[in-house]
Nanobody
Framework: QVQVVESGGSLVQPGGSLTLSCAAS????????MGWYRQAPGKQRELVAS???????NYADSLKGRFTISRENANNSVNLQMNSLKPDDTAVYYC???????????????WGQGTQVTVSS
């Protein structure tokens, strides 16, 4: 079994910063891409940022410069540093990891349960 767990969501004032964390655990052989997505009320889930095992990063164009993704392969974890937060950043943030389990020959995406980020004064 594999688990993906996010943490760090909170209420924050506009202009503030927040760091989200995500850790994968369980029957893991390797992890390819790890990424953060978000879903605001009434909107589709969208990619925020992703990072490969080799460290190649990809960001949503609208978030470049404010958000930074980082990964620790040894801990199967990924963080999302969010700065200059705006009310439009309010959403549930989800972590996704492409994981290959031991005794498997393919990768599969696993989602966390989500963590709420609310930007409001």
């Amino acid at each position: 079994q594999v688990q993906v767990v996010e943490s760090g969501g909170s209420l924050v004032q506009p202009g503030g910063s927040l760091t989200l964390s995500c850790a994968a655990s369980g029957n893991i052989f390797s992890i390819n891409v790890m990424g953060w997505y978000r879903q605001a009320p009434g909107k589709q889930r969208e990619l925020v940022a992703s990072v490969t095992e080799a460290g190649s990063k990809n960001y949503a164009d609208s978030l470049k410069g404010r958000f930074t993704i980082s990964r620790e392969n040894a801990n199967n974890s990924v963080n999302l540093q969010m700065n200059s937060l705006k009310p439009d950043d309010t959403a549930v943030y989800y972590c996704n990891a492409a994981i290959r389990q031991r005794y498997s020959d393919s990768f599969r995406g696993y989602w966390g349960q989500g963590t709420q980020v609310t930007v409001s004064s």
